[in-house]
Structures are given as structure tokens and as C-alpha cells.
């Protein structure tokens, strides 16, 4: 049975940092897509960042360049979302996604097979 188990959440002053981890277990492996999500108030789910299989770099969304990394750890089965310079409005629900193919963009939260049950991530001002 596949989970997805997210971690490192909470409540940060804006400017702050926090890391999110995923814990990934079931038949999911190396081959398969990984990717965060978050959901802020009033919005729909929108993708932050994508893990390709492989050595692809990494994608992030545009209003987390230069303030997200995203990174996988194969030998854990684990990966893992560093923000800094949190903002209130990255303030929402974080979701780790896993599948092993996008059945469309991989910023659509319907290309995806898998889901965390996600994690509280608070930035105040």
C-alpha cells in the first residue's frame, strides 16, 4: 500500500525558514515523479515544486525561486522542500504527491496518482 507521510511543518515570523519532509513507502521507488503542492486560503492546490526520475534538475514554481529547494534522497525514500524567506501569503496546507507517470502538467494536482494527507505551514507578519 502506498504512503506518503509529510513532516517539519509549523509556525514561523515571516522571513523565517522551515523544511518539509516526505516520507514515501509501498511500491514507490526511484522511477516515480515527486512533487509538493500547497493549498492557501480561497485558492485551488497549486504546484510548488517537481522531482523528475532520474538526474533532470528539479522544477519550482515561479513564486518560489529563489526561496524553495526541493531535493530527494533515494536511499530514504525521502524528499524534501527548503523554504526560506517565508511569506504570509505561503501560509496553507503542504501536500507531497508521488506517480509513476503526470497524466497532464505536472502543476495540475489532477496529473497526479498519490497524495500526503499534508502538513500546516504558518508564515506570520
Known amino acids: 500500500q502506498v504512503q506518503l507521510v509529510e513532516s517539519g511543518g509549523g509556525s514561523v515570523q515571516a522571513g523565517g525558514s522551515l523544511r518539509l519532509s516526505c516520507s514515501s513507502s509501498?511500491?514507490?521507488?526511484?522511477?516515480?515523479?515527486m512533487g509538493w503542492f500547497r493549498q492557501t486560503p480561497g485558492k485551488e492546490r497549486e504546484g510548488v515544486a517537481l522531482?523528475?526520475?532520474?538526474?533532470?534538475?528539479?522544477d519550482v514554481a515561479a513564486f518560489g525561486k529563489g526561496r524553495f529547494t526541493v531535493s530527494r534522497d533515494n536511499t530514504k525514500n525521502t524528499i524534501h522542500l527548503e523554504m526560506n524567506n517565508l511569506k504570509p501569503e505561503d501560509t496553507g496546507m503542504y501536500y507531497c504527491a508521488a506517480s509513476p507517470r503526470l497524466n497532464g502538467p505536472w502543476f495540475s494536482a489532477s496529473a497526479w496518482g498519490f497524495w500526503g494527507s499534508g502538513i500546516q505551514v504558518t508564515a506570520s507578519s
Open positions: 522531482l523528475r526520475p532520474g538526474s533532470t534538475p528539479p
Open positions: 509501498g511500491n514507490i521507488d526511484s522511477t516515480f515523479f
